[in-house]
């Protein structure tokens, strides 16, 4: 719970007044998203590697299992740890939910769908995934993560909650993150080239962090047990992000090319027809407000890393 999303979903439960137990190993999350929590009377942590068992004393009423590295960059240096996250640390997660009686969400993610051929995708597209590619150990281990949480529903009746997050983005999110918006922002802002990968046609949409916390609490209160796309249904190509942040940073930085990492998706965009049926829910943030914010927040945050001697 140190990491991007689930630092922001704890900080608005906190603040409701709710008793929040955190988890972490701080493999890609950071202390300092927790360290505001600390002097709070209703926040208690336990540093654990959830792909090894676990046990919370007392009363749990919600399980939310959002442990898992998220960049292309974490996940191809960390392939087992991610494999292993998706499986033991959900069917650990799962086996507490049942335990307490407790209702589970697991964060699952767009890269169920693979490098889709339909498109915007839908909740009912079983995607288009090369399991023994290089991202198949992402792409794979959040496709079981889905798969055991229902086979818990059915079998165990635990009430589970699948959200599939696309593009998230917002403070908190690491410098070296790897992802588009964390990488053209901290170029830009360092007056390098910023990197854009095959001609920059390839799309994403971008959902900012706040508007996925209200989407996520929404499903977790929700009597909706099926999977559930939570992401910004406004689309654009990478090149057009590319530029917008260099609008907004006043870069001098210029464009650079690389080829194509292998199963890149080419299309990413959610249709979240059901999101607004189920929950009432649909993503509110303009991207230039939720850049602004975001890199209002990386300035601060390398301005402290240059005076720290740390880049």
Known sequence: M???IGSHLAEGVLADGHRVIGVDNFLTGARENIAPFRGNKNFEFVEHNISEEIEIPGAVDYVLHFASPA???D???LPIQTLKVGALGTHHTLGLAKAKGATFL???TSEVYGDPLVHPQKEDYWGNVNPVGPRGVYDEAKRFAEALTMAYQRVHNVNTKIARIFNTYGP???LNDGRAIPNFITQALKQEPLTVFGTGKQTRSFCYIDDLVLGIRKLLISGFRQPVNL?????MTLLDLAKKILELTKSKSTLVYKPLPQDDPRQRCPDISLAKKELDWEPRARLEEGLRHTIAYFKKKMGLAIKGGLV
């Not at 992401?231 to 689309?235: A, D, K």
């Open 2 to 4: 140190a990491g991007f």
């Open 231 to 235: 992401g910004n249904p406004s689309e």
């Open 172 to 174: 908190r999110m690491r």
């Open 106 to 108: 697991i964060a699952s």
């Open 75 to 77: 996940y191809l240096l």
């Open 71 to 73: 960049s292309p960059v």
